[in-house]
Structures are given as C-alpha cells and as structure tokens.
C-alpha cells in the first residue's frame, strides 16, 4: 500500500500530478477542493460556507478541513493507497495527519510566484459539468465555451489576483513551514513543477522509486 501526500502553491499542478500517479498505480486521488467544490455546485449548507469563505480568498478553518479528510478516509475505498491533495494546510492538520496515518511520503511541487500567477489567472470552470480549462495549455475548442456541454465558461471566484494574493500568503505563512515538520522524518521530495506535465510526473515516479511513467499515445 502506498500513502502519499502532494504539496504546493495554487497552480503547481497537485490535482494533475495526482490523477497521473492513481491511474497507473490504482490508488484513491482525494482532493480536499474537490470535496468542497462538490458540496458547493450541489447547494448544501457546508456549501454555502466554503462559497463564502473561498470567495474572500482565505481558507477554511481547520476543524472543517479536518472533518472532511476524516470522513473520506474513513471509506476505506484505499485497497492500494491514496494520494491526498490540499492537505495539510498548517501545523495543525499536519499533526492530526501525522498521528492517524502513517505516510510513505510527501512529493513537494516547486513553483515561481510568477508562474503561479500565469497558471492560476488562465484557469477557466463550467459551471454547468465542472470541466476545467487552462487558457495556456488547454483551451476549449470555441473560444469560452465549454467543449462538453457548451456552457459560457467563467473565472472561479478564487482565481482573482487578490484570492490569489491572499492564498500565497497563507501558503507562505501557514503551509510551507509543514513542510518542515515533514522534512524531519525525512519524508519529503522536491520536485520541480515548471517542465510539461509528463516531465514532471517523470521526475516524481523517479525521486519515489516507482515504476518509471509512460505517458498515454
């Protein structure tokens, strides 16, 4: 069974790193903004929270958080491992974390400010299936329009400079230093998240010792 934890800024490409490593290795991806993204599209009242909260740009409180990642994990849908993306945020869900899981490790995605910006600020959502686009490396067909359902595409409301000015800072502030509490079981691996997608999930398959990656013709 393999137990892994992906960090990094907005933008780095956790989710796309993440749903690489699970096809090819049958483990569970659980993306912590997936889960409230679902309870957001479907109206529900811990929904109408995250809105609010993800719309200021800050993020949402640890016992929430915590609640959540419980609750998935405790499915036990895992057979093979999981990869656990957008969490921990601070040192707090890091030592919850920590105490209720024993991890094999923590692949670390490095990335500039700048090229974070250009990332984040070209993500585009269908509001009516969930679809993402990126303007740089994946664009819709007609242009702000949905490939799937033709639906007008939009902004997240997240991905404003200013949500994303306040969501750096957090990272800087809350998130890296968990870094350092996982770098003293030696856990960590740095990984360069600026090449093409398949490079990166390369590099990752390679500092984790798995097998190596073929990308999908």
Sequence with gaps: ???YVIMGVQGSGKGTQSELLCDDLDLVHISV???FRWHVQNHTKLGAQVRRTMKSGELVSDDLVES????RLDSHDWNFGFVVD?????????EFFMESYDIDGVIHLELSDDEVRRRVLSRRLCPGCGMDYNLIADRPKVEGRC???????????????EALAARLRDYYEKTKPVLELFRRKEVVHDV??????????????????????EPKS
């Design 1 to 3: 069974m393999r137990k």
């Design 147 to 161: 490939d799937i359902c033709g639906t007008t595409l939009i902004t997240r409301e997240d991905d404003t400079p």
């Design 33 to 35: 903004g997936d889960l």
């Design 86 to 94: 957008g969490f921990p945020r601070n040192g707090r869900q890091a």
């Design 68 to 71: 959540v990642v419980r609750d």
């Design 192 to 213: 360069d998240a600026a090449p093409a997608a398949d490079e990166v999930q390369a590099s990752i398959r390679s500092t984790l010792g798995l097998p190596a990656y």
